[in-house]
């Protein structure tokens, strides 16, 4: 008796357009320049980054008038060791990081950010970490988190930071 059918490739050929808004894309303009920016609300001075256009706390409409360059480079505030499973279409093979970093002028984090550069054993909360420019900025950019401009992020070699510094952005 044969083995029973696990997996069928299929092959789907799909066109499709994503539709961004005006503040993800101006947003994607400047990751493409190099530049992480958000938006300051006026009202209470928060940085969103990416911006939303708007401040949920006030409901204050923001724009490019708003907008604030922040730091390629912030702290590490939670991180997870991902195990990839071996599905069918699996590209990861091995164990690797993903983290929330606070960036440097930002009042939230940023999540599901790849950390390289160190043993996973080594990586810990409090870590300073910077951005690896030099991805393919047509990755991800969808109008939410960083686009694939950046290739990953990898200590800084400055000091940890205490843990009162990022203690409120812990996940
Ligand atoms: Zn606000």
């Known amino acids: 008796m044969s083995e029973p059918v696990r997996f069928v490739s299929q092959k789907v050929d799909l066109d499709y357009k994503v539709v961004t808004s005006p503040v993800a894309r101006r947003f994607d303009e400047q990751m493409r320049a190099g530049r992480i920016t958000g938006h300051k ?7 969103y980054v ?3 256009g708007f401040c949920p706390i006030d409901c204050v409409i923001t ?7 922040v730091r390629d480079a912030g702290t590490l505030t939670s991180f997870t060791v991902i195990t990839p499973i071996q599905y069918q279409g699996q590209e990861e093979k091995e164990e690797y990081v993903l983290a929330n970093i606070l960036l440097d002028g930002a009042s939230g984090t940023i999540g599901q950010q790849r950390v390289e550069g160190i043993p996973h054993s080594e990586v810990r909360m409090g ?3 910077k951005a690896v420019w030099g991805g393919d900025p047509n990755e991800g950019s969808r109008g939410w988190g960083l686009t694939g401009a950046i290739k990953h992020w990898e200590p800084s070699g400055e000091p940890d930071e205490p843990k009162e510094k990022y203690q409120e952005h812990v996940l």
Do not use: A, I, Q
């Open 41 to 47: 609300c006026p009202e209470c001075g928060l940085v």
């Open 63 to 69: 724009d490019e008038s708003n907008e604030v360059e």
């Open 50 to 52: 990416p911006p939303k």
């Open 127 to 129: 870590m300073r970490v």
